[in-house]
């Protein structure tokens, strides 16, 4: 194929017919067309969510892998909404006030601001799970704060700013 290529020889030995010129081309079957074609695929909205910030944004994007049967990071807060994407497996995601729930392969996940994160684990004892995870916060601020529980509740023991919708 490289010979072929760089050969001065033609690649084929017919001789060329018309004159027509690549741009003369694309300019007529687009007006054959009636114009440009019209997209055959939609992008789905996975997530839509209307969130307040400050000004500036820091915007983190984390992988976060947990092997099989990994506990996530122990209860905690962001300074900001969270937005994630499982990229692999499954998540065993569970915010204060809310149910656990299980994301799985390409579902889609949203922490509002304030919420007490309390897990996000691997249920699986066989595959690895891998989401993406992108945190509003603010510059020089860390990404995760702990929560210390009050026994026996999932209720924070400084319940100053709790609220998850």
Wanted: net charge negative; aromatic share 10%.
């Amino acid at each position: 194929m490289f010979a072929a290529f760089s050969s001065t020889e033609p690649l084929n030995p017919a001789p060329a017919v018309g004159k027509q010129t690549w741009d003369e081309f694309v300019r007529y079957w687009y007006h054959k067309q009636d114009g440009y074609p019209t997209p055959q695929a939609q992008v789905p909205v996975l997530l839509e969510e209307t969130v307040q910030v400050h000004d500036p944004v820091q915007v983190s994007v984390l992988t976060v892998t947990l092997e099989p049967g990994a506990q996530g990071a122990p209860p905690h807060r962001h300074p900001g909404p969270v937005f994630g994407f499982v990229v692999e497996g499954d998540i065993l995601f569970e915010m204060r006030g809310h149910a656990p729930r299980t994301y799985k392969q390409g579902e889609v996940f949203y922490e509002p601001y304030g919420c007490v994160h309390l897990l996000a684990n691997n249920p699986s004892p066989f595959s690895r799970a891998i989401f993406v995870a992108i945190l509003l916060g603010e510059p020089g601020q860390p990404i995760l704060t702990p929560v210390q529980l009050q026994a026996g509740t999932n209720d924070p023991v400084d319940d100053t700013q709790s609220s998850c919708h």
